[in-house]
């Protein structure tokens, strides 16, 4: 075995590998990600302007963006919980009820988020679709996200939740 660490080392929960996805599986989740990204660059939710637009409170674009996409997706969810639906390697979808506690981790996220946003003109989604349609000073903002995210992964156990 090539693996640094052996399987009898760890916790059960982590000595079995995840299933991989299936080839068939993959080119799904490839084009679902291309469209997306076609549809947010084409509707201008990228754009630099448009989201200082939004910060600044003079336009409405991302507003009624914001607004369709929140029962859009308040439905989906609800959909998901009451159809039984499947991934594509057929595990049942399951949905954990939110913890919400004080909520203050919720508001410290918002505003890491909102100001990560506001500097970069981005948002985690439409990073990649940035860098897809020729914006390679976005490379930047990507790395920076992945710290952040290693960053939390690393001291997520010492927060409090």
Partial sequence: MSSFVSSSTLPPAVSAAPARPRLGALVVYF???LVFGVLITKGELISWFRIQEMFRFRGFHMYGIFLTALPTAI???QGLKRSQA???GRAPISIPPKQMGRGVRYGVGGVCFGLGWA???AC????F???GSGV???GVAIGAALVGTWTY???RPRLPH
């Fill in 124 to 127: 985690p989604g439409p990073l």
């Fill in 86 to 88: 499947r991934t594509l």
């Fill in 129 to 131: 679709a940035l860098l």
């Fill in 75 to 77: 439905l989906t969810v």
């Fill in 153 to 155: 992964a690393w001291l």
């Fill in 31 to 33: 084009v679902v990600g």
């Fill in 119 to 121: 500097l970069t003109g």
């Fill in 136 to 138: 390679p000073t976005i």
